[in-house]
């Protein structure tokens, strides 16, 4: 019995040492990366001249010179972060130069020599320091790394690394290409890597649209929005009619997003298209495009499975004028179910918003749409009372 008591007490210590040793080497790394952090900031006050005097220069043709000295590994670390930071920031020529002061400072081929270290961390860290510089000669090493690389977050760093660095539409394709081939729904993402290439993005956007790789549309679809490419529109009147659905349903929003003149027969035949994301966005497009004649289709699609497309259309309507809003009025007077309350949601929105108009045609606008409330509803009443939410409990989006 004692024995076992003693070894228990023995544990108990030896439990004890693992604690202190643990506070121990926890203690040292917070001093440490204190001592690393006022290094760092007395290391940006020594260069600072060298830093003001870079810039001065950054305009003039001359050679810029590499960091004086004989210099840590923490004091080049500064410099290179500085240096990453003004590439960065600048544009064109200017960025340029800070790239080939970097080469020529070799910080370029310290990071390269750290793609070999055994310490996964450091070959992260280099990944993504070589991105931040530009370099060009990593592109090959970073393909490489891509290639064998499962996906994990190190795919997206060096995506981006390589997005940030390559020279040719070629391997920009190859890093699409790997970082798609795991299946993964990370084509907003992949958009987000594509967009930081220093390449003509709407011409490498064009040719993405035209290829067969139906992940490679729909990566240069997402890239398109916010991007004012006339080129495009042949391409999106294709992709209009894809079979895919979530192709055809990105190329329908970005399509109508470049405000075209549709036909009523176009018109006809989105409104009536199987995937609800296609008809909502072509519902709520009709309002902003003062598509008058379309106020049958719209009044139609009030009656849709689909909340997204009913509510669309009932703000539509609201956007069409008095005919638009007199459809509403009818809706809720005589039509039932959803229909009736998303159509009475829609005209207390109308009217709960009259007052914020300042502009002339505004409150002609809202004026008459008031003259119309009332002869629906009444003078006296002042809003129409709700059965219940104006969603009317349809989640089927």
């Not at 190190?154 to 690394?161: N, S, V």
């Not at 298209?273 to 003062?290: P, T």
Request: charged share 25%; aromatic share 8%; net charge neutral.
């Amino acid at each position: 019995m004692f024995q076992h008591v003693t070894v228990a007490i023995y544990f108990v210590y030896a439990c004890l040492g693992l604690i202190g040793l643990g506070i121990a080497i926890l203690f040292y790394m917070k001093l440490k990366y204190l001592a690393t952090l006022k290094k760092t900031e007395q290391y940006r006050l020594k260069h600072q001249d060298y830093f003001r005097f870079i810039q001065s220069h950054l305009h003039e043709d001359s050679d810029l010179p590499v960091p004086p000295g004989k210099l840590t590994a923490l004091e080049r670390r500064v410099i290179q972060d500085k240096f990453a930071e003004w590439i960065e920031q600048f544009k064109g020529e200017i960025r340029n130069r800070v790239v080939e002061l970097c080469d020529k400072a070799g910080f370029v081929k310290d990071e390269l020599e750290q793609l070999d270290s055994l310490f996964f961390g450091r070959r992260v860290e280099a990944a993504y320091r070589l991105g931040n510089m530009r370099a060009a000669e990593a592109v090959p090493r970073l393909l490489q790394m891509l290639r064998k690389q499962s996906y994990s977050p190190l795919t997206i760093i060096l995506g981006r690394a390589i997005a940030k660095s390559a020279k040719q539409e070629e391997q920009l394709k190859e890093m699409l290409e790997l970082m798609l081939r795991h299946g993964k729904p990370i084509h907003n993402l992949v958009a987000d890597v594509l967009l930081e290439t220093d390449l003509d993005s709407s011409k490498l956007l064009l040719k993405l649209l035209e290829d067969g790789n139906t992940d490679f549309v729909k990566v240069a679809l997402v890239a398109m929005w916010g991007q004012a490419v006339p080129e495009v529109i042949p391409a999106l009147d294709r992709l209009v009619g894809a079979e895919e659905k979530d192709v055809r349903a990105e190329a329908v929003k970005l399509y109508l997003s470049s405000n075209p003149v549709l036909k009523d027969e176009t018109i006809k035949q989105l409104m009536s298209d199987n995937n609800w994301e296609i008809r909502a966005a072509i519902a709520k497009s009709l309002g902003s495009l003062h598509a008058a004649g379309s106020i049958p289709l719209l009044r139609n699609a009030m009656r849709d499975e689909n909340w997204w497309v009913r509510n669309n259309s009932a703000e539509s309507l609201a956007k069409l004028g008095e005919t638009g809003f007199e459809i509403l009025c009818e809706t809720a007077l005589r039509g039932s179910g959803v229909e009736r309350e998303t159509a009475l949601y829609h005209i207390e929105k109308v009217m709960n918003e009259g007052t914020d108009h300042d502009a002339v045609d505004q409150m002609v606008s809202f004026n008459k749409k008031r003259l119309l409330y009332d002869r629906y509803f009444g003078v006296a009443e002042r809003k129409p009372v709700r059965q219940v939410a104006a969603v009317g409990g349809d989640y089927s989006a």
